[in-house]
């Protein structure tokens, strides 16, 4: 394996071998795009490489500065840049979310972007593949992280006939929490944040199934006083403070964004500590390299076993 195929520099994860960056950061001439999230899909560059659904969120999202050539890869479906065979691989993290795997001079990298393992029907599961280099995100890389079965999560709803403001990101998240409500918890009716309405609609365009939901109207939780459900993103959730006859929850894997809400709901599209060790026993990599988080905590637990390097 070649030790600086990708490194971290200004403009984010670069492979010099290919001449392209994964996620880019600034606009760059060659950008493979894990996933449609915010921090890893910015607008601007000149070629994109990415999933269909990951193109159209950018489309709406960026408009026309959402990029210059689009170039649509399905998953499995190889391509190349600059001599380096590219395949992408469900990540299991929201729809169109993508693992990228890379093959030069005989050697395999595999960068997961963000990805899961849990059970979550609103989007691809994760396909793995054996690799010699694992690039991880280490995002909640900590052994005292376990995520709790979310299903679990959910059936605290059944408990709570009162009105919920449901905090959640807006895209993946709100789609897989309208898929588990209308499924454990169908007594619910779920009102969306204009915000967040159109990427449901994108969802169910690529065939993914949420279940009902409907726009959110001013006077409606007044009006029906139990089992709705307002979903909102962050910054609506933030600014609602201290809401009368509601009940307040936000759905991360976060602590600290459960404090001061009336109920806390942890459900994460990241892996957890275990699940981490989990893929490192699929992919069965020579190496691991690390970004995102902290990834000191695996850096000790394989000291003696297999080289883990903080990019
Ligand atoms: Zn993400
Ligand atoms: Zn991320």
Request: charged content about 20%; some cysteine; glycine content about 8%.
């Amino acid at each position: 394996m070649i030790a600086d195929f990708l490194v971290k520099n200004a403009g984010g994860l670069y492979c010099k071998y290919g001449d392209f960056y994964l996620d880019p950061q600034l606009p760059v001439k060659n950008a493979v795009i894990s996933h449609a999230h915010g921090d890893h899909a910015k607008p601007g560059n000149q070629n994109i490489y990415c999933t269909a659904f990951t193109q159209e969120v950018m489309k709406l999202r960026f408009k026309k500065k959402a990029g210059d050539n689009f170039n649509v890869i399905s998953y499995h479906q190889a391509f190349e840049i600059g001599g380096v065979t590219i395949t992408f691989l469900p990540a299991g993290h929201i729809l169109g979310s993508a693992m990228v795997k890379m093959n030069y001079w005989g050697s395999t990298y595999l960068f997961t972007g963000d990805f899961k393992l849990q059970k979550d029907t609103s989007c691809e599961a994760i396909e793995f593949c054996k690799a010699d280099v694992l690039i991880t995100e280490t995002t909640f890389a900590n052994p005292e992280t376990k995520h709790p079965n979310p299903e679990q999560e959910i059936e605290k709803l059944n408990q709570i006939s009162t009105n919920i403001l449901l905090g959640v990101y807006g895209l993946g998240k709100a789609q897989r929490l309208t898929k588990l409500i209308s499924q454990i918890c169908p007594q619910k009716t779920i009102h969306l944040h204009y915000s967040i309405f159109p990427i449901h609609q994108l969802y169910q365009k690529h065939g993914i199934n949420l279940g009902p939901f409907q726009h959110y109207g001013r006077k409606i939780l007044k009006q029906n006083p139990e089992n709705q459900v307002y979903m909102v993103p962050p910054l609506t959730f933030n600014s609602y403070g201290r809401a009368i006859g509601v009940v307040k929850m936000f759905a991360s894997g976060w602590k600290n964004l459960q404090h001061g809400n009336d109920e806390s709901l942890y459900i994460s599209d990241h892996v957890d500590w275990d699940d981490i060790l989990e893929t490192i026993k699929m992919v069965e990599p020579k190496q691991v390299w690390t970004i995102h988080g902290d990834g000191n905590q695996l850096k000790a637990y394989f000291s003696d076993s297999l080289t883990v390097k903080i990019l």
